[in-house]
């Protein structure tokens, strides 16, 4: 099945990616900016003498750190957050997306999951991308669903809200807009097959809906897995922090009308909206990013007043990668969709049409295109000065990365009492993970994090995509416990 006709056609009318933009002057100053004080900052590097041969690590450490400023502002109204109980009176009707490709492994778990919430979807829906695994017999033997030919839909007999529509293997974006096409709710949430939800999620991506009409897009909070080897919780011991950090920082942008990021493991999304400016882009590496783009894009040019939430209520944990290879090709596309989306809406950067997301939030991104780069070539020149001899430099770049980690620590602390607070206890308690998170995480994981986004540059500019088959065994960990 290809994407539908009707969602093809409005992504053909509106997709920035096929309707490119004239460039604008803006987004030339701040992406061109950007690229040439990385280069000039590090040519000049063996001229200088002191610190100030640093200049890049500087300019790093600098930008990182008015960005925690802004965010530890933002966040400020975290403090006294209180929890609202779910509406009983709040029915939309919802829809449960699951794009799965060779998922036989997971994916009874995870729909037995939506099936034990306390207020179930009204339809589960998988759309099944062309696996070639044994999802057929999983679901045959889980729940009585004989495989469908291509391109048709079933329903279990044995569990009224389960549908089955089975593709031939096209990616993500196709399996979600056929998806769409296939059903009529008004709520739609996608859900990875990796990704538990807890009792009470959908009750509270339900209400968040109904108690805002000009939502459009919302995220709940997740807490990544991994499996259970040495490197397995070296990865979710980052990885959590790295999550609490990048949440809180959406509710910070969320605030000023300019939140981008939410995340397609769990996702809810306003159906009609979706579907009016033309559903997932098949040719993105993030199909979930590149939609809010469209979304804030067709709320400014219609007048809509549309909005994008974090959902503190709804909660969910999902699989992430334990292993090096698997971060690195995870953050490789991650970073190279990235790239896709700040490229293809560069029209928007700096664009004042777009309020705060336009003059605030797209030139923070515009630096972020680089940010990664600065990280690797700062911590290149500091082994290069050591190895040198350059004693003199060196010493004075380590009390600058000092006082960066103090900075850190305090945000992280700051962050976790917040969190904490936001999400109702999904972390664990004690603080000396968090204060060794901060020690080490600047000379080990966020390294690996700027390695996978130098890559995601090669993805980008060699223009390639790929839906690769990932192990599951931090999800299954966590089942079978």
């Given at each position: 099945m290809t994407?539908?006709?009707?969602?093809?056609?409005?992504?053909?009318?509106?997709?920035?990616?096929?309707?490119?933009?004239?460039?604008?002057?803006?987004?030339?100053?701040?992406?061109?900016?950007?690229?040439?004080?990385?280069?000039v900052l590090t040519a000049q590097a063996w001229g200088q003498t002191g610190i100030f041969a640093w200049s890049v690590g500087l300019a790093y450490l600098t930008y990182d750190t008015v960005l925690l400023i802004f965010v530890g502002v933002q966040t400020l109204p975290l403090r006294h957050f209180?929890?609202?109980?779910?509406?009983?009176?709040?029915?939309?009707?919802?829809?449960?997306?699951?794009?799965?490709?060779?998922?036989?492994?997971?994916?009874?778990?995870?729909?037995?999951?939506l099936l034990a919430q306390q207020d179930p979807p009204d339809i589960i829906l998988i759309a099944d991308d062309g696996s070639t695994d044994p999802t057929p017999a999983t679901m045959e033997r889980a729940f009585a669903m004989p495989a469908p030919c291509y391109g048709e839909l079933t329903s279990s007999p044995t569990v009224l809200p389960l549908r089955w529509l089975r593709l031939s293997h096209g990616g993500k974006a196709r399996a979600l807009n056929a998806a769409l096409e296939a059903i009529d709710s008004d709520i739609v949430l996608t859900v990875d097959a990796d990704t538990i939800l807890a009792p009470d999620a959908i009750a509270a991506m339900r209400t968040a809906f109904h108690r805002e009409p000009a939502l459009v897009a919302a995220t709940g909070l997740l807490r990544?897995?991994?499996?259970?080897?040495?490197?397995?919780?070296?990865?979710?011991?980052?990885?959590?922090?790295?999550?609490?950090?990048?949440?809180?920082?959406?509710?910070?942008?969320?605030?000023?009308?300019?939140?981008?990021?939410?995340?397609?493991?769990?996702?809810?999304?306003?159906?009609?909206?979706?579907?009016?400016?033309?559903?997932f882009d098949p040719e993105c590496l993030v199909e979930d990013y590149e939609l809010i783009h469209r979304l804030h894009r067709w709320s400014v040019d219609h007048d809509r007043g549309w909005k994008v939430r974090v959902v503190g209520e709804a909660r969910a944990y999902t699989d992430a990668p334990g292993h090096i290879g698997a971060f690195l090709r995870q953050r490789q596309r991650w970073f190279g969709g990235f790239l896709q989306t700040q490229y293809w809406n560069r029209d928007m950067v700096g664009n004042p049409r777009f309020g705060r997301l336009g003059t605030m939030m797209l030139p923070v991104k515009a630096f972020d295109t680089v940010q990664p780069l600065f990280g690797l070539v700062a911590f290149a020149l500091l082994v290069g000065f050591a190895l040198g001899g350059r004693l003199p430099v060196v010493g004075p770049i380590l009390i600058?990365?000092?006082?960066?980690?103090?900075?850190d620590l305090g945000f992280h602390a700051w962050s976790i009492i917040l969190y904490r607070r936001w999400s109702g206890?999904?972390?664990?308690?004690?603080?000396?993970?968090?204060?060794?998170?901060?020690?080490?995480?600047?000379?080990?994981?966020?390294?690996?994090?700027?390695?996978?986004?130098?890559?995601?540059?090669?993805?980008?500019?060699?223009?390639?995509?790929?839906?690769?088959?990932?192990?599951?065994?931090?999800?299954?960990?966590?089942?079978?416990?």
């Open positions: 994407m539908s006709s009707s969602i093809e056609a409005r992504f053909n009318a509106f997709s920035p990616r096929l309707n490119r933009r004239p460039i604008a002057f803006p987004a030339v100053a701040l992406h061109g900016g950007a690229l040439l004080a990385l280069v209180v929890p609202r109980p779910p509406d009983a009176s709040a029915r939309p009707t919802l829809a449960v997306l699951i794009a799965a490709h060779n998922e036989a492994a997971v994916l009874e778990q995870t729909i037995r999951a990544p897995i991994c499996d259970r080897s040495i490197a397995g919780r070296m990865f979710e011991w980052f990885q959590t922090y790295e999550y609490v950090r990048n949440f809180i920082s959406r509710f910070a942008w969320m605030r000023i009308d300019g939140l981008l990021l939410i995340s397609g493991a769990f996702a809810g999304f306003r159906r009609e909206a979706v579907v009016a400016v033309g559903g600058a990365m000092l006082a960066k980690v103090a900075i206890g999904m972390l664990p308690e004690g603080w000396s993970h968090v204060i060794a998170a901060s020690f080490v995480e600047p000379f080990t994981f966020q390294l690996l994090r700027h390695l996978g986004a130098a890559l995601g540059w090669i993805a980008f500019l060699t223009r390639s995509s790929t839906w690769t088959k990932a192990k599951r065994g931090g999800l299954l960990a966590r089942v079978e416990a």
